[in-house]
């Protein structure tokens, strides 16, 4: 990302890009959330990037806390993941046959994450959500699925029932286009209440094939799940005979070594993985027991398949990730650098008599403008979100680019610096400054 006067070749103002993308792309985008619709303003178009930073079009450098929506744990470009991949594309893109490398990535997942007996690699997280909804109906032979309100897990059909994410941005939590008749088999309860959780399996008795959770929610900004939430939607299952399904696409390897089940000792049927496993690539993958998963083509009658599944080039991505993080070990760092992170904005945000709530575990953090403790959807709704418009725009005018949304989650990468902090933090008074005196 070499630059010159601080811009590499051509400026481009990003409003004249994004009038261009319009008459192409629907929205000028090919993902929602991207369109800042939310926050207002026209979206940041990237040229390049490396390690915590972004290189826009307009020539701003920006402190990146996006990370491509938490793929990015080592950070953009990384100097082991790009020559790896290079190597992998002169070999040939795809085969549409098997590799040794998908099998040397799934045994990885299968070390890391021992509830993973065997694995099926996808191309993205929605699509292993999908199969591991559909090899826990074929296993148990039941329909229906309980999910979490404010908890997003793919654009799926029976998904999109009070989903969080770009759902919620866009005021649209249940999708037009879903018949109605998908979402009839899709039950929701709050998240972290086990009591109407409990209820709700009582009501539809021998007819729940799973619940799905994101073990950290993380598509309604943070939430941290209570002490007994996840042990006891774990006894729920196996009281009712429904399997549990982490779905990990946002936690799986970023909490710890592994998953989010590892972290809280809380151990699912299934699991759903995404964005760290591909390295910055599209690359997901579900797994569970031998047992569940004999269930799954071609063993099995439940199909799912996919043509780039399993990608070579996808797939080096990952297997480079993983073993840089099981040889790196930087989870401790990534908490520490978190804390401090989150630490200075509470500090600021009070010296400034703003109210916020910052949920953070680990590298993850969202920042809610509220004065009340945020634990599921209704309580993340009821933010300042006037306040975090303004907010994010003013960071964004100082070089710190937060999530476009008061719904998503910042990530702390391997590649953020102790400058890198000291710049955010300046950025984060001034913004407190501004919205204080809005």
């Known amino acids: 990302m070499k630059e010159k006067n601080g811009v590499k070749g051509s400026v481009i103002q990003h409003s004249e890009l994004f009038e261009e993308a319009k008459k192409y792309l629907v929205g000028g985008v090919n993902s929602p959330v991207r369109s800042f619709r939310s926050v207002g303003g026209d979206p940041v178009f990237v040229k390049c990037a490396r390690g915590s930073k972004v290189l826009a079009e307009d020539g701003r450098k920006l402190i990146d806390y996006c990370m491509s929506w938490g793929a990015m744990l080592l950070g953009h470009a990384h100097p082991e993941v790009l020559p790896a991949l290079r190597k992998a594309v002169g070999n040939g893109t795809s085969y549409g046959m098997p590799t040794r490398l998908e099998t040397e990535l799934a045994k990885m997942i299968a070390e890391a994450i021992p509830s993973m007996e065997q694995v099926r690699l996808t191309s993205s997280g929605t699509e292993a959500?999908?199969?591991?909804?559909?090899?826990?109906?074929?296993?148990?032979?039941?329909?229906?699925?309980?999910?979490?309100?404010?908890?997003?897990?793919?654009?799926?059909?029976?998904?999109?029932?009070?989903?969080?994410?770009?759902?919620?941005?866009?005021?649209?939590?249940?999708?037009?286009?879903?018949?109605?008749?998908?979402?009839?088999?899709?039950?929701?309860?709050?998240?972290?209440?086990?009591?109407?959780?409990?209820?709700?399996?009582?009501?539809?008795?021998?007819?729940?094939?799973?619940?799905?959770?994101?073990?950290?929610?993380?598509?309604?900004?943070?939430?941290?799940?209570?002490?007994?939430?996840?042990?006891?939607?774990?006894?729920?299952?196996?009281?009712?005979?429904?399997?549990?399904?982490?779905?990990?696409?946002?936690?799986?390897?970023?909490?710890?070594?592994?998953?989010?089940?590892?972290?809280?000792?809380?151990?699912?049927?299934?699991?759903?993985?995404?964005?760290?496993?591909?390295?910055?690539?599209?690359?997901?993958?579900?797994?569970?027991?031998?047992?569940?998963?004999?269930?799954?083509?071609?063993?099995?009658?439940?199909?799912?398949?996919?043509?780039?599944?399993?990608?070579?080039?996808?797939?080096?991505?990952?297997?480079?990730?993983?073993?840089?993080?099981?040889?790196?070990?930087?989870?401790?760092?990534?908490?520490?650098?978190?804390?401090?992170?989150?630490?200075?904005?509470?500090?600021?945000?009070?010296?400034?008599?703003?109210?916020?709530?910052?949920?953070?575990?680990?590298?993850?953090?969202?920042?809610?403008?509220?004065?009340?403790?945020?634990?599921?959807?209704?309580?993340?709704?009821?933010?300042?979100f006037p306040a975090f418009r303004k907010f994010f725009h003013a960071l964004l005018q100082d070089g710190v680019y937060f999530a476009p949304s008061a719904f998503e989650t910042n990530f702390v990468s391997v590649a953020h610096t102790k400058k890198d902090l000291q710049s955010t933090l300046q950025a984060v008074r001034a913004a407190f400054k501004k919205t204080h005196d809005r």
């Open 129 to 384: 959500v999908m199969g591991a909804i559909r090899v826990a109906r074929a296993f148990t032979k039941k329909n229906k699925i309980l999910k979490f309100e404010g908890c997003y897990h793919g654009h799926a059909d029976h998904l999109l029932v009070k989903a969080g994410s770009g759902a919620s941005t866009l005021g649209v939590p249940d999708s037009e286009g879903v018949p109605v008749d998908f979402s009839r088999n899709t039950l929701v309860a709050p998240y972290n209440d086990l009591v109407k959780t409990g209820a709700l399996l009582q009501e539809h008795v021998g007819d729940v094939a799973a619940i799905i959770v994101e073990p950290v929610a993380g598509n309604m900004g943070v939430v941290v799940p209570d002490t007994d939430f996840l042990k006891g939607l774990r006894k729920l299952c196996d009281e009712q005979g429904a399997l549990l399904i982490f779905d990990e696409v946002i936690t799986g390897f970023r909490l710890t070594y592994g998953g989010a089940q590892n972290y809280f000792d809380v151990i699912p049927d299934l699991t759903c993985l995404g964005k760290i496993i591909g390295g910055g690539m599209p690359l997901g993958a579900f797994g569970g027991g031998r047992g569940i998963m004999k269930v799954l083509a071609p063993l099995g009658p439940a199909y799912q398949a996919g043509t780039l599944s399993g990608n070579p080039v996808a797939v080096t991505a990952g297997i480079t990730t993983l073993k840089c993080l099981a040889r790196s070990k930087p989870y401790e760092r990534l908490a520490s650098v978190t804390r401090t992170l989150c630490e200075g904005i509470r500090d600021a945000a009070q010296k400034e008599g703003v109210s916020v709530q910052i949920n953070s575990l680990e590298s993850m953090f969202t920042v809610f403008f509220t004065e009340w403790r945020v634990t599921d959807y209704q309580t993340a709704s009821r933010q300042d």
